[in-house]
Nanobody, 126 residues
Framework: VQLQASGGGLAQTGDSLRVSCAVS????????VGWFRRAPGKEREFVAAIKVIRWSSAGTHYSDSVKGRFTISRDNAKNTVYLQMNRLQPEDTAVYFC?????????????????WGQGTLVTVSS
């Protein structure tokens, strides 16, 4: 399984950005794709995740810090997961990673995720 993240960049406070995670390779019929981020000097933290059952979206979960501003979604035909980030704030500046978890429920702990993509940098200026 390979994950390819893309779409980061530079934004200003209040702007929107969308990052993408293309999933390839053989996966099970049930898995979760999560987005995590690591800000400078901080630990990696959970942002959002989407559950996939039989290749259809089956639920989402967000951290409190992004709930109401970020939306995770999936394009089944492209096997790509998106994170739409609205009303960006400087504290959203981080390297964003996508990851895939073969577990049966959405989890928020990085160590439970089985596969990781490379990060994509999102910088939000004030």
């Amino acid at each position: 399984v390979q994950l390819q993240a893309s779409g980061g960049g530079l934004a200003q406070t209040g702007d929107s950005l969308r990052v993408s995670c293309a999933v390839s390779g053989r996966t099970s019929s049930s898995y979760s794709v999560g987005w995590f981020r690591r800000a400078p000097g901080k630990e990696r933290e959970f942002v959002a995740a989407i559950k996939v059952i039989r290749w259809s979206s089956a639920g989402t979960h967000y951290s409190d810090s992004v709930k109401g501003r970020f939306t995770i979604s999936r394009d089944n035909a492209k096997n790509t997961v998106y994170l739409q980030m609205n009303r960006l704030q400087p504290e959203d500046t981080a390297v964003y990673f996508c990851a895939l978890d073969l577990g049966s429920v959405i989890r928020t702990t990085p160590s439970t995720y089985d596969y990781w993509g490379q990060g994509t940098l999102v910088t939000v200026s004030s």
